[in-house]
């Protein structure tokens, strides 16, 4: 579950979401709904590596962009790995 963040009002020296945030170049963290996970790990459990098409199908789905889905499939590959 993630931490509460302070959110910073939007002006023009705030990027959006989608934006990198200052010389770092970093994006704020995505909150991701308890439904997204949940429809993530049941793919996950079908599934361990998804293709492009099924990136493309579920990232459509759930409204989040194909490098987010990737990405939550690298670290809960590396989380299982970890458990075993």
Same mark, same amino acid.
């Given at each position: +579950? #993630?931490?509460?963040? &302070?959110? #910073?009002? %939007?002006? #023009? %020296?705030?990027?959006?979401? /989608?934006? #990198?945030? !200052?010389? !770092? !170049? +970093? +994006? ?7 439904? *997204?996970?949940?429809?993530? /790990?049941?793919?996950?459990? $079908? *599934? *361990?590596?998804?293709?492009?098409? /099924?990136? $493309?199908? =579920? &990232? ?7 490098? *987010?889905? @990737? ?7 590396? @989380? =299982? @790995? +970890?458990?075993?």
């Amino acid at each position: +579950r #993630p931490a509460a963040q &302070a959110v #910073p009002e %939007e002006g #023009p %020296e705030w990027p959006g979401p /989608e934006e #990198p945030c !200052g010389r !770092g !170049g +970093r +994006r704020l963290r995505t909150a991701v709904s308890a439904e *997204q996970i949940s429809t993530l /790990e049941s793919s996950f459990q $079908r *599934q *361990q590596y998804l293709g492009a098409a /099924e990136r $493309r199908q =579920l &990232a459509g789905r759930m409204r989040l962009s194909e490098v *987010q889905i @990737k990405t939550w499939f690298q670290n809960r590959r590396m @989380k =299982l @790995k +970890r458990q075993l």
